[in-house]
């Protein structure tokens, strides 16, 4: 059974830029991990909860040309203790070379900048495709004259 809540962090991102913004999602990270630990190291333990967060997605700008300096930091920061999913929003503004492009990038930037994301084959998924992925945000499907989607 699988258990999955979801934590939505609004207001992060380019308006937030030069700053910490990303201190209260890491104090948040930190603080139910030493939650966890505290009650998995208690002498009285009883059935654990695991409320930690085990998973980032992380939504990436399709307007930037690879990682921002405030994505750069966060992801830093944040891949040391939880698993980051980078996905690139709003690919349905770009064409498909531009988005190959991107994703290519994004992968060159964080190599450079020792980030850690996630890998499939690390978990024995080689048929899931590897980061970073792609969503488009439409609700409905189009079709070109030639009757493509």
């Not at 890491?26 to 009883?46: A, F, L, P, W």
């Not at 990436?60 to 980051?84: Q, Y």
């Not at 994301?117 to 792609?134: K, R, T």
Request: charge should be negative; charged fraction near 25%; aromatic fraction near 8%.
């Amino acid at each position: 059974k699988l258990v999955l809540s979801l934590i939505e962090t609004p207001g992060f991102g380019p308006s937030s830029m030069g700053t910490d913004c990303w201190q209260p999602v890491m104090d948040e990270i930190k603080g139910r991990i030493s939650k966890y630990m505290s009650e998995e190291n208690s002498i009285n333990r009883r059935i654990v909860v695991d409320h930690r967060i085990h998973c980032c997605i992380y939504f990436l700008s399709p307007f930037a040309s690879g990682l921002r300096p405030v994505d750069i930091e966060f992801m830093k920061t944040t891949c040391k203790l939880v698993n980051i999913i980078p996905v690139i929003a709003k690919v349905d503004t770009m064409t498909t070379q531009e988005c190959k492009k991107l994703k290519v990038k994004i992968i060159e930037d964080c190599e450079k900048n020792d980030i850690s994301i996630f890998n499939p084959e690390l978990f024995d998924l080689q048929s899931v495709i590897a980061p970073p992925y792609s969503v488009i945000g439409g609700d409905a499907v189009v079709y070109s004259e030639a009757g493509q989607k």
